[in-house]
């Protein structure tokens, strides 16, 4: 199971981009890298997912360099309301783990 | 987006009972579901894995007959805290992964997580 590695907390500022990075050494060949978002007391909500290059959706970017050993989450023009906890899961189906996550604080 | 919902959202009840949560998948079939427990600014830990019409496959360290987890269908699995204590007071958290392919992650199925169930128990 790819073990992964990120920040435990980054503070910006309110319009700012963030990028918050995710180490994952030992990815699998089938291994997906998906970002979730979790507020408190609330369950994950899904970002983005890719597997090489990049990924671009309506909220986020994912940059996932070619030897996929890390990759970068960034969110454009954060606000306030972006304040949560970030988690990086790499895995295929059932190998979806968990790791400590990043608490991202925006500030006006 | 697929909806996974959770019930109850809060539970209170007295140590000895037990208490039993239910994570509902409401507009797609999964074929697997995930319980996650996750206490005070931790992240959430995988408890098991219930694949419809099988037993639930067990993290190690997840005591089996006390979290008991039926997956009875493709849209509903139980999470049942047998003779529940204090310290099983937490923060639980069902997934389901949506059982069509050809879709936008056909390779991994889509996680949907429901809303939390917070147990307390005194």
């Known amino acids: 199971l790819a073990k992964t590695t990120q920040p435990i907390s980054m503070d910006s500022y309110e319009g700012q981009e963030v990028n918050i990075t995710c180490s994952h050494n030992n990815i699998a060949t089938n291994d997906y890298i998906t970002w979730y978002q979790q507020f408190p007391s609330q369950g994950p909500r899904f970002i983005i997912q890719?597997?090489?290059t990049k990924v671009t959706n309506e909220v986020a970017s994912l940059f996932i360099p070619a030897d996929r050993k890390s990759s970068t989450l960034s969110l454009p023009r954060v606000s306030l309301s972006d304040t949560a906890v970030y988690y990086c899961l790499v895995g295929y189906y059932n190998d979806m783990r968990f790791g400590a996550g990043t608490r991202l604080t925006v500030k006006p | 987006g697929a909806v996974v919902s959770q019930h109850p959202s809060r539970v209170i009840c007295k140590s000895g009972t037990s208490v039993k949560i239910e994570c509902r998948s409401l507009?797609?079939?999964?074929?697997?579901m995930f319980w996650y427990r996750q206490f005070p600014k931790q992240s959430l830990m995988l408890m098991a894995t219930s694949n419809e019409g099988s037993k639930a496959t067990y993290e190690q360290g997840v005591e089996k007959d006390k979290f008991l987890i039926n997956h009875a269908s493709l849209t509903l699995s139980t999470l049942t805290v047998t003779s529940a204590h204090p310290e099983d007071s937490s923060f639980y958290i069902c997934?389901?992964?949506?059982?069509?392919?050809?879709?936008?992650?056909?390779?991994?199925?889509?996680?949907?997580f429901g809303e939390g169930s917070r147990l307390t128990v005194l």
């Open positions: 890719g597997y090489k």
């Open positions: 997934s389901a992964r949506d059982r069509r392919t050809g879709g936008r992650f056909a390779n991994t199925g889509e996680l949907f």
């Open positions: 507009d797609f079939q999964a074929t697997t």
